[in-house]
T-cell receptor
Framework: DGGITQSPKYLFRKEGQNVTLSCEQN?????MYWYRQDPGQGLRLIYY???????QKGDIAEGYSVSREKKESFPLTVTSAQKNPTAFYLC??????????FGPGTRLTVL | GQNIDQPTEMTATEGAIVQINCTYQ??????LFWYQQHAGEAPTFLSY??LDGLEEKGRFSSFLSRSKGYSYLLLKELQMKDSASYLC????????????WGLGTSLAVNP
């Protein structure tokens, strides 16, 4: 079955540690996205990538980094520079229709 | 700016009809999406409007007026499972791979 996977569903880290969230898709989509969602707020774009080996900053890129070495994979690293990393992180992908398909999300808690 | 405005909360009764509005800035408008998001889950695609008019899909319909910068999502024969957040998102010319998201409308369906 085609789809987007994110793992793990829940992730706990100590303050000051970097953590990498995985996102894999087998939909053959060109574009991939990372969003952050906080309680009662909308989706905020962190980074997006339209093709392999290329990515652009979104609205809240500070404290995050990404890579796009393969079409199927778009991992997000939350660095220690991110002031308030506890949030629900959503990965999405899209083809030319622009309809974005979302993974199940990773809920990151920094202790 | 490219603000997307929608009501924060709405309440309706099981079996009734509810209309959720969304307004956006018309300059450079390309297309408009509606997504449904249940608590703790990822958003799922409901509809995509590019042209003026009403598009019906089962119990859900979506309307667009490009000249007025206005859309609504119409939910008929409401069921308890329709309790969710409904997100309006818009793409603009120049970067139609990037969605601009509203904050979402939290709909509570009561028995």
């Amino acid at each position: 079955d085609g789809g987007i996977t994110q793992s793990p569903k829940y992730l706990f880290r100590k303050e000051g540690q970097n953590v990498t969230l995985s996102c894999e898709q087998n939909l053959n989509h060109d574009a991939m996205y990372w969003y952050r969602q906080d309680p009662g707020q909308g989706l905020r774009l962190i980074y997006y990538s339209q093709i392999v080996n290329d990515f652009q900053k979104g609205d809240i890129a500070e404290g995050y980094s990404v890579s796009r070495e393969k079409k199927e994979s778009f991992p997000l690293t939350v660095t220690s520079a991110q002031k308030n990393p506890t949030a629900f992180y959503l990965c999405a992908s899209s083809m030319r229709s622009n309809e974005q398909f979302f993974g199940p999300g990773t809920r990151l808690t920094v202790l | 700016g490219q603000n997307i405005d929608q009501p924060t909360e709405m309440t309706a009764t099981e079996g009734a009809i509810v209309q959720i509005n969304c307004t956006y800035q018309t300059s450079g408008f390309n297309g408009l999406f509606w997504y449904q998001q249940h608590a703790g889950e990822a958003p799922t695609f409901l509809s995509y409007n590019v042209l003026d008019g009403l598009e019906e899909k089962g119990r859900f319909s979506s309307f667009l007026s490009r000249s007025k910068g206005y859309s609504y999502l119409l939910l008929k024969e409401l069921q308890m499972k329709d309790s969710a957040s409904y997100l309006c998102a818009v793409t603009y010319a120049g970067n139609n791979r990037k969605l601009i998201w509203g904050l979402g409308t939290s709909l509570a369906v009561n028995p």
